[in-house]
């Protein structure tokens, strides 16, 4: 079996078969255990990269797994509980006993990801867990990603928040990384073995965010069935990193507010009182202090975030790292599209060092996929500006092509981003036999998400294939169906 060795201890049949499918779809080889005493046993016999635990087992819970890890030893890697609402006030007791992150049933696939990520990415990578596809931790461990002067004296003012516990407003365009500097701040902090929880303020819908920050009671809603913990809850004794903080409502705002001033909060429809114990971090693109002066983002609110401001330079500033950045997307996504031995030739290289990169990493990123996703060590293609000697020199007496006639950079990263998309679903399909449920699994998104795609991008089976309906799990578990 392929795969880096991960653990998973739930008695539910159905469930752990979706845990294996999840842990399969992520490249790893999940090692199944439905009770206490076989989930000590495989400890006791194999290193595991990592542990997803059930806080809820037959005659049992995965306290009691917790408890006796400890006196049995054994090496489980960084360990992931599962929870029901009903288990939410344990919470505290399986994070004493060593249990470095917690995900309440049901969850989405994208959530299970970032709670890898997040465990993963810590100090406790000892044990050989790799980051799933987390660029902050791999390239820092791999790479020693702060080469440059301006990355330098970055990770010394990181090193000095770390220390102590006050608010961080980190800043910088978009794409330049500031994600992996409140990763850094974390991991180097008292609290590195405490959750490490990330919410895009801007990529959740207003009317929904405030549940998804401070969490609802069940019945506050229309759909609010069950009892729901928010991000802030879920950090407990961590960090959450406010990204994009500069998208937040007002009335967000006051909440957050009253969050730095006392550490307490009331979750949406509910009456008492969560006291929490939250580094908060938080990260814009945009002019706070214009912001503030037109009256869209609190005074009051900017100076508790403001403490210690850390500025992320563009890439464009940092040059001597392009290489080196480039080096491990062509590692990353040769593998990925299997197109190993696929090299950036060192013209294309002095162009990718030229250029000015309004998308910082992002759109590095993105070029080096589409090189590799179009086979076209030279972005030879018509829309692309970095063109192949041949193109530049041509036959005697030829022109060149006049700069105007050459798109911008944007769109070939969005080009790109397409050619990487089509490739993706056009593999998962081909590997499920066109099983758009499995398939979605696979891709991890919803199952009317990649029905949308496949449109999008044109794809059709070669003949006519047999759709199995869907199953009403998979029905009640896709947040998207309607």
């Not at 100090?123 to 390239?139: E, F, I, K, M, S």
């Not at 990763?183 to 008292?190: C, E, T, V």
């Not at 069935?225 to 009335?251: C, M, R, S, Y």
């Not at 086979?375 to 041949?390: C, G, I």
Request: charged letters at 25%; aromatic letters at 6%; proline letters at 6%.
């Amino acid at each position: 079996m392929n795969g880096r060795p991960v653990l998973t201890v739930e008695a539910e049949p159905t469930l752990q078969n979706h845990l294996s499918d999840l842990l399969y779809g992520l490249g790893y080889a999940p090692v199944t255990a439905g009770s206490v005493e076989e989930a000590l046993a495989a400890v006791a016999s194999s290193r595991f990269d990592f542990s997803v635990v059930a806080m809820e087992l037959a005659g049992t819970d995965g306290i009691d797994f917790l408890r006796r890890l400890k006196l049995q030893g054994g090496d489980p890697g960084p360990i992931i509980m599962l929870f029901d609402p009903s288990h939410a006030k344990r919470i505290g007791e399986a994070a004493a006993l060593g249990a470095d992150d917690f995900l309440q049933k049901p969850f989405k696939s994208d959530d299970f990801e970032n709670a890898i990520k997040g465990v993963c990415a810590g100090p406790r990578r000892q044990w050989g867990c790799p980051p799933v596809d987390d660029l902050t931790a791999r390239l820092e461990q791999e790479t020693g990603l702060w080469r440059s002067p301006k990355m330098q004296e970055l990770r010394r003012v990181i090193e000095q928040a770390a220390q102590v516990h006050v608010t961080v407003l980190i800043r910088g365009e978009t794409g330049t990384g500031k994600d992996v500097a409140a990763r850094a701040i974390h991991y180097r902090s008292s609290r590195q073995r405490r959750p490490f929880v990330k919410v895009n303020c801007a990529a959740v819908p207003r009317e929904l965010l405030e549940s998804e920050l401070f969490g609802h009671e069940r019945g506050a809603f229309t759909g609010a069935h069950q009892l729901k913990i928010g991000k802030f809850e879920a950090a407990d004794h961590g960090t959450i990193f406010l990204d994009e903080i500069g998208d937040l409502h007002p009335a967000l705002q006051a909440k957050i507010l009253h969050v730095l001033q006392d550490g307490e909060f009331s979750r949406v429809g509910g009456k008492s009182v969560v006291k929490v114990d939250v580094r908060i971090i938080a990260a814009t693109n945009q002019d706070l202090e214009n912001a503030v002066a037109a009256g869209q983002f609190r005074e009051d609110l900017y100076y508790r975030l403001n403490v210690i401001q850390i500025v992320v330079p563009p890439l464009r500033e940092r040059t001597e790292e392009i290489p080196l950045l480039a080096q491990y997307f062509l590692h990353r996504y040769s593998k990925l599209f299997n197109r190993d031995g696929f090299v950036v030739e060192p013209e294309v290289m002095q162009h990718l060092l030229k250029h000015p990169y309004p998308g910082n990493v992002r759109e590095l990123e993105n070029i080096i996929k589409r090189m590799i996703v179009l086979n076209d060590p030279f972005l030879t293609m018509a829309n692309s500006t970095l063109h192949s000697p041949q193109t530049n020199s041509g036959a005697a007496g030829a022109s060149p092509q006049p700069e105007l006639e050459r798109p911008s950079l944007k769109r070939i990263a969005r080009d790109a981003a397409l050619a990487a998309e089509r490739e993706s679903i056009s593999m998962a399909l081909e590997q499920t036999h066109w099983n758009r449920v499995k398939a979605a699994k696979l891709l991890k998104i919803s199952y009317r998400a990649l029905l949308y795609k496949i449109k999008d991008v044109g794809l059709k089976p070669a003949r006519p294939q047999f759709q199995p309906p869907l199953h009403s799990d998979a029905i009640r578990n896709d947040p998207h169906h309607g």
